[in-house]
């Protein structure tokens, strides 16, 4: 049975994308306002392993075998460098599969050596960058306490300097919290000095962990959208604030599928009616595995998480 990958599912930046879930839900170094996995449970920025690389590359490789996909993508329920095997299961799974791989990250941890040669395995590697100032970062991403916003502002800097592959940053605005004109000015700064391929600007389209969390209005989308553009040129800058395509490609039980994906994915609801039977669904909801929640006037399906005693 699959275990650690999920999908393959779409995505907006990476064609059809084979998901790996190399972190428990949820071990992550933040607990942004806006994640769709929901809040934090685990708070850490302690590097350990979490399950057998091998197994990880071996059902990509089944997974390969099996189905078509553009990327194998390291986006798990959690920050996906706190896996002190991430580097070796890049490796491994390079060794299973032809597709080029990548992680998406929080950017927390890359001022770590070990971190930063890890990314390095990657063909394609996305950064956040939320924010500049320490008030917004802490408020917006709410930090484990021992990180540093300088420390890791100045390591994206340097990895955008050493990369082999692809770097992408992705930039999530919330109304209220990293809107404000001065804060855009300066994350486009950066940004200048980071010169990812493309810079991202990301709205809550799912339901986030916080549901006082709301999308920018559209005057202060184009306002990033024009401030990121000056100085990095419109080529190089684009827009994820709308839903990605519903083609959906079911690998294995579409009962399994669902419960996998939205673990890290939250479906709306009526993709996930067009996946599993008449019936599956709602039985899933009545045993308590999955939820469905109206956001921003749509309605989802997320997968329940259980806090542990």
Request: net charge negative; charged share 30%; hydrophobic share 35%.
């Amino acid at each position: 049975m699959v275990r650690r990958i999920f999908g393959p599912v779409p995505s907006r930046r990476l064609g059809l994308s084979l998901g790996v879930n190399n972190i428990p839900p949820k071990i992550c170094s933040y607990s942004c306002v806006y994640c769709q996995v929901g809040r934090t449970i685990t708070l850490s920025i302690e590097r350990r392993p979490f399950y057998d690389p091998r197994e990880i590359a071996q059902e990509v490789g089944e997974a390969a075998r099996r189905t078509s996909f553009d990327y194998v993508t390291f986006v798990p329920d959690g920050e996906p460098t706190l896996d002190s095997n991430l580097g070796l299961e890049a490796k491994l799974v390079r060794d299973e599969s032809d597709r080029p791989i990548a992680v998406i990250t929080n950017s927390s941890l890359i001022w770590l050596e070990d971190v930063y040669r890890d990314l390095l395995e990657f063909d394609y590697v996305s950064v956040k960058l939320d924010a500049v100032s320490y008030d917004v970062w802490r408020r917006l991403n709410r930090p484990h306490p021992d990180l540093k916003l300088d420390a890791i502002l100045d390591s994206l800097v340097r990895l955008s300097k050493e990369r082999r592959g692809t770097l992408t940053t992705e930039t999530m605005l919330v109304d209220l919290m990293n809107t404000d004109s001065k804060e855009l000015e300066g994350i486009a700064d950066m940004l200048a000095d980071i010169r990812p391929e493309k810079a991202y600007i990301a709205t809550p389209i799912r339901p986030p962990a916080e549901l006082w969390v709301r999308p920018p209005s559209e005057e202060k989308l184009v306002e990033a959208y024009r401030s990121f553009s000056t100085r990095l040129g419109e080529d190089n800058v684009e827009l994820l604030n709308v839903p990605e395509p519903p083609d959906f490609v079911v690998l294995g039980e579409p009962e399994d599928y669902v419960l996998r994906t939205t673990m890290v994915h939250p479906l709306r609801l009526e993709y996930a009616e067009r996946i599993l039977p008449e019936g599956n669904l709602h039985k899933l909801v009545e045993e308590g595995l999955l939820a469905t929640v109206e956001y921003e006037g749509e309605m989802f399906v997320v997968r329940r998480i259980r806090s542990r005693s």
